[in-house]
């Protein structure tokens, strides 16, 4: 699953599953363009993909801001002469119900996670047109599937992620696009470890996650980061409009049944 000639655009890709997604796109072939707003986390990213014998370029950008991230995609089509893929891993968390969220949270969380996500695909959709096609691909969540408490503003975003993205597939269907969502379950980033330090006993939180999953353990980012480059990839070819789960099996079981064995 090579990506020669390849150029692909990852927002948060300075860590967790988009930094492991620009690792194996550059360790097969792609040239990777990082937007983040991180800017520390992006150079370091880059700065290891060039070591290797990798191609990037990080832009620092804020997704909520359409100009920002036209600045970073105007800069990758000068840097790569062109876009092919689009990888969306720019994401946040935060806490709350329909009560006690409060706007700012709202508007910080659907900023990133929602905006972010139509930012990218309106500045780079015209580049895929240009090479005659190309894929995005939006990082969701389970809980853009079901939910949990507390989480009123991230659930929301990562649920109408799905609804840009099947409405991304069938617009630019007939231009050569492909859009696709893949749901993770727990994954070990930057995120889950700062979910878990707000508790008293973070070790809890890790252990309290590898129970959830059926296969007794949370993901790896590059797990994660294998099937999104699938759904970029060429091998994908007819996979359009679909959403992908990586839940390590959350999803499939029903809670509270008792174990037999």
Not at 203 to 213: G, R
Not at 246 to 252: F, K, P
């Amino acid at each position: 699953m090579r990506f020669d000639e390849k150029t692909i655009v990852v927002t948060g890709g300075a860590l967790g599953i988009g930094q492991a997604a620009c690792l194996l796109l550059a360790e097969r072939g792609g040239a990777v363009s990082i937007i983040d707003w991180d800017e520390n986390a992006g150079n370091a990213a880059c700065e290891q993909i060039k070591a290797a014998g990798g191609k990037a370029i990080f832009s620092k950008a804020d997704v909520s801001d359409a100009a920002s991230v036209d600045e970073a995609v105007a800069r990758t089509v000068s840097e790569f002469g062109g876009i092919n893929s689009l990888i969306v891993s720019a994401g946040i968390q935060r806490y709350g119900t329909a009560v006690s969220t409060t706007e700012e949270q709202w508007d910080e969380v659907l900023g990133v996670n929602l905006k972010g996500a139509w930012n990218a695909a309106r500045s780079v959709i015209p580049h895929l047109m240009k090479a005659g096609g190309g894929s995005i691909v939006n990082v969701s969540s389970v809980q853009a599937l079901a939910s949990q408490q507390n989480v009123l503003a991230y659930t929301v975003s990562k649920h109408a992620l799905l609804g840009l993205t099947r409405s991304i597939a069938m617009d630019f269907a007939k231009d050569g696009i492909r859009a696709n969502a893949v749901c993770p379950g727990t994954v070990d980033t930057p995120m889950l470890q700062w979910a878990a330090s707000l508790d008293p006993d973070p070790q809890s939180v890790y252990a309290a996650c590898n129970q959830m999953h059926p296969l007794g353990r949370i993901a790896q980012p590059r797990e994660i980061a294998e099937v999104a480059l699938f759904l970029a990839h060429e091998s994908a070819s007819f996979v359009t409009g679909s959403i992908w789960t990586a839940d390590g099996g959350l999803l499939t079981q029903i809670g509270g049944v008792p174990q037999t064995s």
